[in-house]
């Protein structure tokens, strides 16, 4: 793989976290302007991670179908459009509609990278370029709330969104300009909907598959949990100004980055069955504890803030080892494979989001609550993991 295709598909993978925490700072001027109170926004977080979960299996099976290049080239180009509608929306319900195509197009950009590095690469060096990627999601956190409370300085929400369309054009471009398709013509899978309904229900029953997108699925649960109700614990629990919220975000997101980094060293010395068993312990510790100070009031905001910062770095030692476990057995399905593995985790990432909403009382006990229901999930399908291996 030559060195610069990780630097693109990391510009690509960026495309989600930069639209899902970007415009996070500016959640109380939309609930302001649109009259929707407390929690409203949450929506457009919900129809985001839903978007991302029904486009991720459409975009695997053109992959697969039709090569990494093209489908790439569309699916930045739905984004684009769709976040200008995100500009443009007059009412939360029609961003929210909106958020939902734009995550559906989005979607390219979170399958086609992972099916490009399995394309390329497995065992230790997969592992490593995936953790590149996820390096590429915690470093996304750090600047992309810092742009948004920025930009909200200087003009209202609606300049986020065209901020992102002006990131997707380029997307696109670099995509068209740059980008090989990593699957010849002789690999492509030509189904018909019969032997296509087959193919994803042999992934799907594949107990290894399973059980490694889980755990993955249950650390994203926990972890959007945190992203969707990090506004209203910081902004409004806390009284911490958007611009401060920023920063304190970005801060948070360094364990993401650490946890990244330091994996694919200790998957080269102790395993990644191993490492995956020792983060999933990890992220219950850290959950249990934030659960624990959250409830007693403990520490204030730091008995909030440095559990959660234990628990992105233990969650990023799970995500990538994860996807490199689920993807192992599926070299001729990899878009596809990809494709389930993303739609688990975006559809169940969307449960944690609701719940939070759902849950939400002016504390930040909801949050560190679906925190733990997700950390306890993670440790259970760990141990069937380990049972399939």
């Known amino acids: 793989m030559p060195p610069w295709l990780p630097l693109l598909l990391g510009f690509l993978t960026a495309i989600n976290p930069i639209s899902t925490d970007m415009y996070l700072p500016g959640f109380p001027q939309m609930e302001a302007e649109f009259g929707t109170g407390q929690g409203g926004a949450q929506l457009t977080l919900a129809t985001w991670f839903v978007g991302l979960a029904v486009g991720q299996v459409t975009q695997g099976t053109l992959s697969d179908r039709f090569g990494r290049r093209g489908p790439l080239i569309v699916g930045t180009v739905v984004y684009t459009l769709a976040t200008v509608g995100c500009a443009l929306a007059p009412s939360m319900g029609w961003l929210a509609a909106f958020r939902f195509m734009e995550a559906f197009g989005a979607s390219a950009s979170s399958v086609i990278p992972r099916a490009v590095v399995r394309d390329k690469v497995t065992g230790l060096e997969a592992a490593r370029i995936m953790s590149r990627l996820i390096l590429v999601m915690g470093a996304a956190p750090i600047l992309a709330p810092s742009l948004g409370g920025a930009l909200l300085g200087v003009a209202d929400w609606r300049a986020i969104f065209w901020v992102m369309a002006g990131y997707g054009a380029v997307s696109g471009l670099l995509v068209w300009w740059l980008l090989p398709d990593t699957l010849p013509p002789e690999r492509r899978l030509r189904l018909g909907f019969g032997a296509l309904m087959r193919n994803y229900g042999r992934v799907l029953t594949e107990p290894v598959f399973l059980t490694h997108a889980l755990m993955g699925a249950t650390v994203m649960f926990s972890m959007f949990a945190y ?163």
């Open 227 to 389: 992203i969707s109700g990090a506004p209203a614990v910081y902004i409004e629990y806390f009284g911490i100004p958007p611009g401060r919220f920023a920063i304190l975000f970005g801060m948070g997101a360094v364990g993401f980055i650490g946890g990244a980094q330091l994996n694919p060293w200790l998957v080269g010395r102790f395993g990644a069955n191993r490492v995956l068993s020792a983060g999933a312990i990890a992220f219950l510790t850290s959950a249990a504890a934030l659960v624990l100070l959250v409830w007693t009031g403990w520490g204030g905001f730091w008995g909030f803030f440095f559990p959660v910062f234990a628990m992105l770095a233990s969650g990023s030692m799970i995500m990538p080892n994860s996807a490199v476990g689920g993807l192992a057995r599926h070299g001729q399905r990899a878009g596809t494979a990809s494709a389930l593995l993303g739609t688990l985790q975006f559809a169940v990432a969307a449960l944690g989001s609701v719940a939070v909403g759902h849950f939400a009382n002016g504390t930040p006990r909801p949050v560190a609550a679906v925190i733990l229901a997700g950390a306890v999930m993670t440790i259970g399908l760990d141990a069937l993991r380990r049972r399939h291996g």
